[in-house]
């Protein structure tokens, strides 16, 4: 006999996109370079020599993306915003060309009863800016707010609700610590000032937006993880806490109280350069906060006392993430216990597997099935422990340019044949188009 897990009322089910992932036109109606254009065409930087020059094509096939995700029964769509396609130099005139494209996307989804969810930035920083220092130049906290108050001007009318930065944490990191994403900078120190520099913009970006738009939502969406020690020595639980410190904390502390974490030991924790009234700024209260999490990891502390992650033997991705459920009902009460009753939206979860088409025509991602259950199953669960969360999006809509892996990991609920640019809705878009119709899971006693 089958038990259905009913969602509050007026959950939001939706899918999430990212602009370069997904849009194309690069060079066109006026868009400028991006860091993820220079970086992609960097030799060696992206696998196969991938670029994000066409992508999904989305910029041309808007219409026809909108029609799927009516047709999967979304009642949300998370996307982001090109800085560069709307201020190709990142500040001063604006590209109308531009506007009118997410004028158009806003619209479109809006008459198919879609809620717009608006990410300001998720990753695709004007080139333009970066030569003048980027976001180590602490003038981009005003470049940004100037890009954030033109488009709440343009759009604010019909977008409730908005994401300042999708995954700073992740995008510091990868970026400016180790280099593996653009702008490719590998410096400790550089990181922790960019990272600052993130979180400054992220405030002043709210603060504006309270002044525009007084009956919008604003938020921000870092990646959350769940962590767990591996063994029971207690070394192995104060390395966990330590992470826990030093990795979420260093993001969600600036701004739900207003100061950067210490360490379990007592040593402060490494600090940015910080003026009078950063943090401040930096705390500008939010109305929700968006998650993206994928995974968890199992950690033990290493001879050299950092952490070392040890492999379990459970399901995992084609990325190598470890498919754990419980870990985000553990995740959202860690977050809901640590920062209060705060709204919680999802904004990306989701699993990397090598489809294929079938000789039916269609996409058996039976894994990928059994991953959305797990997850919603378990974010149910955290829900009826007392975590307020109000909204899931899957990620993500379609195949797309995944970063640094190029066209060679597909997280899509819709599958993109890349030379032809086909649409075809996986079996798990079709899972989760019942689940969204009818807000609910079934899932079999």
């Not at 089958?2 to 006026?30: C, M, R, S």
């Not at 969810?117 to 980027?134: E, I, K, N, R």
């Not at 950067?260 to 910080?274: A, S």
């Amino acid at each position: 006999m089958a038990k259905l897990l009913k969602f509050p009322n007026n959950f939001y089910w939706g899918a999430a996109t990212a602009a370069y992932q997904i849009e194309g036109a690069v060079n066109e109606d006026g868009r400028a370079e991006s860091i993820w254009d220079r970086f992609s065409k960097t030799p060696g930087k992206v696998r196969n020599g991938d670029t994000g020059d066409v992508a999904c094509d989305h910029y041309h096939r808007l219409e026809d993306d909108i029609q799927i995700m009516d047709e999967l029964g979304l009642n949300a769509y998370r996307f982001s915003i090109a800085w560069p396609r709307v201020l190709p130099e990142g500040r001063g005139k604006a590209n109308v060309k531009g506007l009118d494209f997410y004028s158009r996307l806003v619209d479109g989804l809006l008459e198919k009863g879609i809620e717009p969810f608006a990410t300001l930035f998720h990753w695709d920083l004007p080139m333009a800016l970066q030569d003048a220092g980027g976001w180590l130049n602490r003038r981009i906290a005003d470049w940004f707010v100037e890009y954030a108050e033109l488009m709440y001007k343009h759009l604010g009318d019909r977008v409730k609700y908005w994401t300042t930065l999708n995954e700073p944490n992740v995008f510091a990191f990868l970026g400016y610590n180790i280099g593996k994403h653009a702008p490719g900078v590998a410096d400790e120190a550089t990181f922790v000032q960019a990272s600052h520099h993130l979180l400054l913009a992220h405030g002043d970006a709210v603060r504006a937006g309270r002044t525009l738009l007084p009956k919008a939502q604003f938020g921000i969406v870092p990646a959350i993880s769940h962590n767990y020690p591996a063994t029971d020595k207690q070394e192995d639980a104060a390395m966990v806490e330590a992470m826990w410190k030093g990795w979420t904390c260093m993001f969600l502390d600036p701004i739900f109280r207003g100061t950067y974490p210490v360490t379990l030991d007592g040593q402060d924790f490494p600090q940015p350069v910080i003026l009078e009234g950063d943090m401040e700024r930096i705390a500008a209260p939010v109305d929700y906060l968006g998650i993206n999490h994928y995974f968890s990891h199992w950690i033990v502390q290493g001879e050299n006392g950092h952490p070392e992650w040890i492999d379990k033997d459970l399901p995992k991705t084609d990325r190598g993430w470890i498919i754990h459920p419980d870990g985000m009902r553990d995740m959202l009460l860690k977050v809901t216990e640590e920062y209060g009753r705060i709204p919680i939206y999802i904004m990306e979860n989701g699993a990397s597997y090598p489809d294929e088409v079938a000789t039916d025509g269609q996409i058996h991602d039976c894994e990928r099935v059994d991953y959305f259950r797990g997850y919603i199953s378990s974010m149910h669960e955290a829900i009826e422990k007392g975590a307020d969360v109000r909204g899931y999006f899957a990620w993500s809509l379609m195949d797309n340019f995944e970063w640094e892996e190029g066209y060679n990991s597909r997280f899509g609920i819709v599958y993109v044949d890349f030379a032809t640019q086909q649409r075809i809705i996986k079996d798990s878009g079709r899972f989760l188009s019942e689940v969204f119709r009818s807000n609910g899971l079934e899932l079999e006693k």
